[in-house]
């Protein structure tokens, strides 16, 4: 069982930064692959990025790319998400997920995530 608690969450302008955290409780961290989603108002649930448990490999939506970077810290169990350049359309609540599947690829897929936070609210105001 692991728990996932986001943080970093608020109200940003338009081209700020945030940097979202993920704390996972229990001793298996590293050997999960972490991703993270988003869901806006009235859309679907959204793959934002993702780290393989090993950390050798992260996958990005092309709408972030070269602008979030995805980490992860297993001495403190912990995944990142740094935002740079915010825009508006990136308003959303923003959630992580675990991955128990040892993929050596970084998952896109939200159904091969097994556990996932309550979330935290990104707004980019314009």
């Known amino acids: 069982q692991v728990q996932l608690v986001e943080s970093g969450g608020g109200l940003v302008q338009a081209g700020g930064s945030l940097r979202l955290s993920c704390a996972a409780s229990?001793?298996?961290?590293?050997?999960?692959?972490m991703g993270w989603f988003r869901q806006a108002p009235g859309k679907e649930r959204e793959f934002v990025a993702a780290?393989?448990?090993?950390?050798?490999?992260?996958a990005y939506a092309d709408d972030v790319k070269g602008r979030f970077t995805v980490s992860r810290d297993n001495a403190k169990n912990t995944v990142y998400m740094q935002m740079n350049s915010l825009k508006p359309e990136d308003t959303a609540v923003y959630y992580c997920?675990?991955?128990?599947?040892?993929?050596?690829?970084?998952?896109?897929?939200?159904?091969?995530?097994?556990?996932w936070g309550q979330g935290t609210q990104v707004t980019v105001s314009s």
């Open positions: 997920a675990a991955d128990g599947g040892f993929r050596r690829w970084a998952s896109t897929f939200a159904p091969n995530y097994d556990y």
């Open positions: 229990g001793r298996t961290f590293s050997s999960y692959g």
């Open positions: 780290i393989s448990w090993r950390g050798g490999a992260t």
